[in-house]
């Protein structure tokens, strides 16, 4: 069946690093896609959405890229911080549907 | 900044029992959902709201669920007969009047446990 997915399910960097969390996804009707933060006992949080028109958009520290041609998302976090740990969730919807479809997570970890 | 509130943060019941989760999405929203995720796993859709009525549901909301818009300000979630396996984090989120490609913004869960 068509799913979100990711490619590794724990990241760690020194604080300072970038950071580069990836997502695959294979139903090619998806048009629009939103990056969660998870923090433990927290729901999710938006950090950055991005629609299948575009394939770059960048926000405060953060950057979405999406390739269409390969059905890949990333999120790139820049000078990452310890606030920064947590579970990063890509999440899908596609065209007829209202809900978001999310793939299983990756847990970033930040090392001072 | 406007934020979805959920109570309670925590519920324990035996098996068998109703439960009632409760939700108060963001106030101009009018796009409603609830999700859940058992411990370690992803986040599943349950169910959309809309128009005071289900817009979407998944093959996890079966029949022991449901969902009420009581009044202007409150979404809630009903398990009639809670199972050992409903045991999850119940996450309730809404989204502006737009289009359902609008952004969701989640509550910070229900932790339910099932005994």
């Known amino acids: 069946g068509e799913s979100v997915g990711l490619h590794l399910p724990t990241l760690s960097v020194q604080e300072g690093d970038n950071s580069i969390i990836n997502c695959a996804y294979s139903?090619?009707?998806?048009?629009?896609f939103i990056w969660y933060k998870q923090e433990s006992g927290k729901g999710p949080q938006f950090i950055i959405d991005?629609?299948?028109?575009?394939d770059k958009r960048q926000g405060q520290r953060v950057t979405v890229l999406l390739n269409k041609t390969v059905k890949h998302l990333s999120l790139q976090i820049a000078a990452t911080q310890p606030g920064d740990s947590a579970v990063y969730f890509c999440?899908?919807?596609?065209?007829?549907?209202?809900?978001?479809?999310f793939g299983a997570g990756t847990r970033l970890t930040v090392k001072p | 900044e406007p934020e979805v509130t959920q109570t309670p943060s925590h519920q324990v019941t035996q098996m068998g029992q109703e439960v009632i989760l409760r939700c108060v999405p963001i106030?101009?929203?009018?796009?409603f959902y609830w999700y859940r995720q058992i411990l370690g796993q992803k986040v599943e859709f349950l169910v959309s709201?809309?128009?005071?009525?289900?817009?979407?549901k998944s093959e996890i909301f079966d029949d022991q669920f449901s969902v009420e818009r009581p009044d202007g300000s409150n979404f809630t979630l009903k398990i009639r007969s809670t199972k050992l396996e409903d045991s999850a984090m119940y996450f309730c989120a809404s989204s502006e009047a737009s289009g359902v490609r609008e952004t969701q913004y989640f509550g910070p869960g229900t932790r339910l446990l099932v005994l």
């Open positions: 139903n090619s009707a998806s048009d629009y």
């Open positions: 106030s101009n929203h009018l796009y």
């Open positions: 709201f809309y128009n005071n009525e289900i817009s979407e």
């Open positions: 991005i629609r299948s028109n575009m």
């Open positions: 999440a899908e919807n596609f065209p007829g549907r209202g809900d978001m479809r």
